[in-house]
């Protein structure tokens, strides 16, 4: 005896109910292909204005991930001077303002470094801040630290 499903009454019953319910179906009628196109018309500028809000926040946060590199790498550099007490360039007193120069690390990025001498309690100390800026986003990084003269 053979399954019910090899049997071949019920596989000709089964195309029977196929071709039956194919038949039984239409096309799409004019007021539902109008719903259809209203429907997508409605929602379909939002999403699209969300995409693109989307894309303009991405490339900002990478042009903000950019600056805050070379605004943290020219800091290291000083502070890397400051430790150098070896040659002539390092140490607390060559730490001054305009001798480190104004930078252009990548098209579009410029780099400035402002040096503060100032005296506290008694205390010499360097108020050093970076500035990274990238016009073309209105980025701006500024990073700020403080170096003591610990000789003095």
């Given amino acids: 005896m053979k399954p019910g499903w090899l049997n071949g009454g019920d596989l000709k019953m089964r195309r029977e109910r196929i071709v039956r319910f ?58 890397a001077d400051y430790a150098n007490t070896v040659s002539t360039s390092g140490g607390y007193e060559n730490i001054v303002q305009g001798y480190y120069e104004d930078e252009v690390p990548e098209a579009g990025f410029n780099t400035h470094v402002d040096i503060v001498t100032s005296v506290y309690n008694g205390i010499n100390y360097k108020e050093i801040e970076i500035t990274c800026s990238n016009p073309q986003s209105d980025q701006v990084v500024r990073l700020k630290t403080w170096i003591v003269d610990l000789d003095a």
């Fill in 22 to 79: 194919l038949k039984k179906q239409e096309g799409v009628s004019l007021i539902e292909a109008i719903i259809l196109i209203v429907v997508l018309a409605v929602s379909l500028p939002p999403i699209s204005e969300l995409l693109q809000e989307s894309l303009f926040s991405s490339v900002r946060m990478s042009a903000l991930n950019k600056a805050s590199f070379y605004a943290q790498q020219r800091l290291e550099q000083i502070v």
